[in-house]
Each structure stands twice: as C-alpha cells, then as structure tokens.
C-alpha cells in the first residue's frame, strides 16, 4: 500500500504562485510515476502533471505547460507542483496520484493509490 498526503493549497491572486506537495509513504518503490489532475465541482477529474519515477521525466498538460512545474525530492519521496502565473481557471481540488504501472498519466483509471485532494481557489 501506499499513502498519498497533499498540502499546500490556498486562495491566492491570479499571477501569483503556490506549490503544492505530494508526500508518499509506504511502498513507495512500487511507484512509477506521480500524477497531479485537479476536478472541478461537477465536472470530471483531469490530468495536470506526472513525473515518471526511474527518470524524473515531466509531462505536463497543454494548458499549464511554462506555468507549472513538477519535480520529486528522491529523499523525502515528495512530489511538489510549482504553479506560477495562476490564472482563474485553475481554480479546482488538486489531487496528487500514484501509479505502479505502465499506464498513461492522462487516463484516471492508471492510478492505484489517491491523495485527499488539497483546494485551490485563483481569484481576479
């Protein structure tokens, strides 16, 4: 099993910055790869961003690509998303997402284990 804790979230204003993190914990050597997606009240959960585990490789959705940045503490297996330029559609529940396989970041069902989900609210 494995244990996802995000925090980081916040109200901020658009332009602004926040970084979230991702804490694993447990048998964190099965990961693959960590998945940010963010859900909307009403609307389906979406892909933001991943890092592959073996070779810290970033992919990132088209609509946040030069705004967020993914990285990974190896030493404290903590995922962060850097999120720069905020703007009001980002606005959503963040969720940081594990996967032991070799399934895509973008499809929901490749995730073994979930975070709680952490709020960020971008205002004008």
């Known amino acids: 099993q494995v244990q996802l804790i995000e925090s980081g979230g916040g109200l901020v204003q658009a332009g602004d910055s926040l970084r979230l993190a991702c804490a694993a914990s447990?048998?964190?050597?099965?990961?693959?790869?960590v998945g940010w997606l963010r859900q909307v009240a009403g609307k389906e959960r979406k892909f933001v961003a991943g890092i592959v585990s073996k070779t810290n490789t970033p992919v990132y959705e088209d609509s946040v690509k030069g705004r967020f940045t993914i990285s990974r503490d190896n030493t404290k297996n903590v995922v962060y998303l850097q999120m720069d330029n905020l703007k009001r559609e980002d606005t959503a529940v963040y969720y940081c997402a594990a996967k032991t396989g070799t399934g895509t970041f973008y499809a929901i069902t490749t995730y073994d284990y979930w975070g709680q989900g952490t709020q960020v609210t971008v205002s004008s």
């Open positions: 447990g048998r964190t050597a099965s990961i693959s790869g």
